[in-house]
């Protein structure tokens, strides 16, 4: 089954193959900052993102620091009230997922808690260690991405393709970053402490800093379904 790469080195990369390959959420970063006016650059060259009829329904909320601290703060405290405390922006999987999109979704979170040799049964464990999706994993930065309420899958498809281009520009530039949808889990938390309107809706994180690495959670290899499961050829080879 062909896997992504493992991570490499923080080194610049000019093709967009090699940026490809090197992409990979990471998991766990180091404490070092990000400079700004390199993320003010990234963000420049991803505006070059495609959208249908180039509405551009992007936004972006970009933290670090006590503004950050404070959207841990409060997430912290709707978690601390159990299911009470979900306010979900919308349904992150479809309900009742089936396969083949149920096993590759179990299988990577498999693969995840292997990495760490946290085995099935280790509930509190896995907990754990999803509850550091709401640290960011440790990212000195975090995006939070959000549009218009009145935006619908085709504009959620645009914020798919600026969400790459980030996070390949971020490559390209040394540094990591995984996309984080769970903190839809507690949206309106969220929105009200990044001060936006009940009009935007709360799409995904996005942490943001150097990898941490050596890391095992960075490093597993992760797998893709095989090309023939993806893609329908049509009137080559006639
Ligand atoms: C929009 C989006 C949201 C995601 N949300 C989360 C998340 O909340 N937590 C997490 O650990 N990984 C999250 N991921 C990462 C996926 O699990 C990951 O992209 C997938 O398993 C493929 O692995 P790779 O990104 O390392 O290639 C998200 C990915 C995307 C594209």
Redesign the pocket.
């Given at each position: 089954m062909p896997v992504?790469d493992t991570l490499s080195p923080p080194t610049a990369t000019a093709s967009v193959t090699d940026a490809l390959h090197r992409r990979?959420?990471v998991?766990a970063f180091t404490d070092r900052p990000v400079d700004p006016a390199q993320l003010r650059d990234i963000f420049a060259a991803a505006q070059r993102a495609p959208s249908g009829g180039n509405l551009q329904p992007w936004q972006a909320t970009v933290l670090t620091g006590a503004p950050w601290q404070a959207v841990q703060d409060a997430v912290a405290t709707r978690i601390a009230m159990g299911r009470e405390g979900y306010e979900p922006e919308y349904d992150i999987y479809p309900k009742g997922l089936t396969d083949p999109w149920e096993s590759r979704r179990y299988g990577?979170g498999e693969a995840l808690y292997a990495s760490l040799g946290i085995p099935r049964e280790d509930k509190p464990a896995r907990l754990d260690q999803f509850r550091h999706?709401y640290r960011g994993f440790g990212a000195p930065v975090m995006l939070f991405l959000h549009c218009s309420r009145i935006m619908g899958p085709p504009q959620w498809s645009d914020m798919g393709m600026w969400?790459q281009s980030v996070m390949l520009l971020l490559v390209e530039h040394g540094l990591a970053s995984?996309?984080?949808?769970?903190w839809a889990m507690y949206g309106a938390t969220v929105r009200r402490t990044l001060g936006l309107g009940d009009d935007q809706i709360l799409f995904?994180g996005l942490a943001i800093g150097y990898a941490d690495e050596g890391a095992a959670v960075n490093r597993w290899p992760?797998p893709r379904v095989e090309l023939e499961d993806v893609i329908d050829w049509q009137g080559f080879g006639e």
């Amino acid at each position: 089954m062909p896997v992504t790469d493992t991570l490499s080195p923080p080194t610049a990369t000019a093709s967009v193959t090699d940026a490809l390959h090197r992409r990979r959420s990471v998991r766990a970063f180091t404490d070092r900052p990000v400079d700004p006016a390199q993320l003010r650059d990234i963000f420049a060259a991803a505006q070059r993102a495609p959208s249908g009829g180039n509405l551009q329904p992007w936004q972006a909320t970009v933290l670090t620091g006590a503004p950050w601290q404070a959207v841990q703060d409060a997430v912290a405290t709707r978690i601390a009230m159990g299911r009470e405390g979900y306010e979900p922006e919308y349904d992150i999987y479809p309900k009742g997922l089936t396969d083949p999109w149920e096993s590759r979704r179990y299988g990577v979170g498999e693969a995840l808690y292997a990495s760490l040799g946290i085995p099935r049964e280790d509930k509190p464990a896995r907990l754990d260690q999803f509850r550091h999706n709401y640290r960011g994993f440790g990212a000195p930065v975090m995006l939070f991405l959000h549009c218009s309420r009145i935006m619908g899958p085709p504009q959620w498809s645009d914020m798919g393709m600026w969400l790459q281009s980030v996070m390949l520009l971020l490559v390209e530039h040394g540094l990591a970053s995984c996309p984080q949808e769970c903190w839809a889990m507690y949206g309106a938390t969220v929105r009200r402490t990044l001060g936006l309107g009940d009009d935007q809706i709360l799409f995904s994180g996005l942490a943001i800093g150097y990898a941490d690495e050596g890391a095992a959670v960075n490093r597993w290899p992760v797998p893709r379904v095989e090309l023939e499961d993806v893609i329908d050829w049509q009137g080559f080879g006639e």
